[in-house]
């Protein structure tokens, strides 16, 4: 059985660690935490007073898809993808099914990794005042949406409160030392290319996507948080694609666009969400789902593809 009502909120009987914008995270033990994904949304660093439905469930198992998919190339925190079937949470196992993963404790690094393969975001605004790109020069004549000469690693701040900020090479450097930052340079390019190529067979264009990494007790670098999903990229149907005209976006960007147009001044509260924004926000999820994962969509998904 399974839990097709929103999920905005958990209490386990484990030691709450986190309530995240849309996490729950959970301590089992000295070296494993239980992450459940909820159908929260968040914008502009505001949660919404509406979930998205099945949204919990396809950022856990996108996430999963695509840690298995890469882990050859960088290891990372997942330890067990369904702990609904342990019996240490059956009690749980409605509330926990599809939307939960069982990881290895690690401590993040204070950045957050962000690769940019077209121009979209803050790098728009940022080209349209400069027309540069993280102090990259940039030809002129581009447009919101154009593919980037190469693409290009722009680190941020991790803020637990507030904007997250943009940070130099050097100032990377300053934060967790050179050898590490070139590390995670090179490993966050390599996943933005390999996930890029991926999404084009499948349909998608991967304009940009957010990597955080973490420390193991041992020593070991991990890919840690949520991995490729809607939350963390902008995501295009590749069909719809044309520089300079709006793209058809797979993820969040959607609800973000539809705030802009509102005229919220991006503090709490959030405003209401429309019935039909949420709905055709769960269907842009589970569309993304359907296309990265070559598998039968989730329960929660049996309507939702575009």
Same mark, same amino acid.
């Given at each position: 059985m399974v839990s097709s009502t929103p999920i905005t909120t958990t209490e386990l009987p484990f030691p709450l660690v986190r309530r995240g914008k849309v996490r729950d995270?959970?301590?089992?033990?000295?070296? %494993?935490?239980? $992450?459940v994904a909820t159908d929260r949304l968040s914008a502009f660093d505001v949660v919404l007073p509406q979930p998205i439905p099945?949204?919990?469930?396809?950022?856990? *198992?996108?996430? %999963? !898809?695509?840690?298995? %998919?890469? *882990? $050859?190339?960088?290891?990372?925190?997942? #330890?067990?993808?369904?702990?609904?079937?342990?019996?240490?949470? *059956?009690?749980?196992?409605? #509330?926990?099914?599809? %939307?939960?993963?069982?990881v290895r404790r690690a401590t993040p690094l204070p950045v957050e990794c962000i690769v940019r393969g077209y121009l979209a975001g803050s790098a728009w605004k940022e080209y349209q005042q400069t027309r540069s790109v993280a102090g990259l020069r940039l030809p002129?004549? #581009?447009?919101?949406?154009?593919?980037?000469?190469?693409?290009?690693?722009?680190p941020t701040t991790k803020a637990h409160s507030g904007h997250d900020e943009p940070i130099s090479p050097s100032e990377l450097e300053q934060l967790v030392g050179k050898e590490l930052a070139d590390r995670v340079r090179e490993l966050s390019l390599r996943l933005?290319?390999?996930?890029?190529?991926?999404?084009?067979?499948?349909?998608?264009?991967?304009?940009?996507?957010?990597?955080? !990494?973490?420390?193991?007790?041992?020593g070991t670098l991990l890919l840690i948080d949520e991995l490729l999903t809607p939350d963390s990229s902008r995501f295009w149907l590749l069909e719809h694609y044309e520089a300079g005209l709006p793209p058809t976006d $797979?993820?969040?960007? !959607?609800?973000?666009?539809?705030?802009?147009q509102l005229g919220w001044d991006k503090r709490p509260p959030a405003p209401e969400l429309p019935p039909e924004i949420v709905e055709q926000t769960r269907q842009r999820y589970c569309e993304a789902f359907r296309r990265l994962v070559p598998q039968p969509l989730p329960w929660c998904c049996s309507d939702g593809a575009l």
């Open positions: 995270l959970y301590a089992l033990d000295a070296e %494993r935490l239980l $992450m099945c949204k919990g469930v396809i950022l856990t *198992q996108l996430s %999963r !898809f695509w840690f298995e %998919r890469t *882990q $050859m190339l960088l290891p990372n925190h997942l #330890l067990h993808a369904e702990p609904e079937s342990l019996p240490e949470f *059956q009690l749980f196992a409605t #509330l926990l099914r599809g %939307r939960a993963l069982i002129t004549g #581009l447009h919101y949406g154009s593919p980037l000469p190469e693409p290009l690693f722009t933005y290319t390999e996930a890029s190529a991926y999404c084009g067979r499948r349909g998608l264009i991967l304009a940009d996507t957010k990597l955080e !990494f973490g420390i193991a007790p041992d $797979m993820d969040k960007q !959607f609800v973000r666009d539809y705030l802009e």
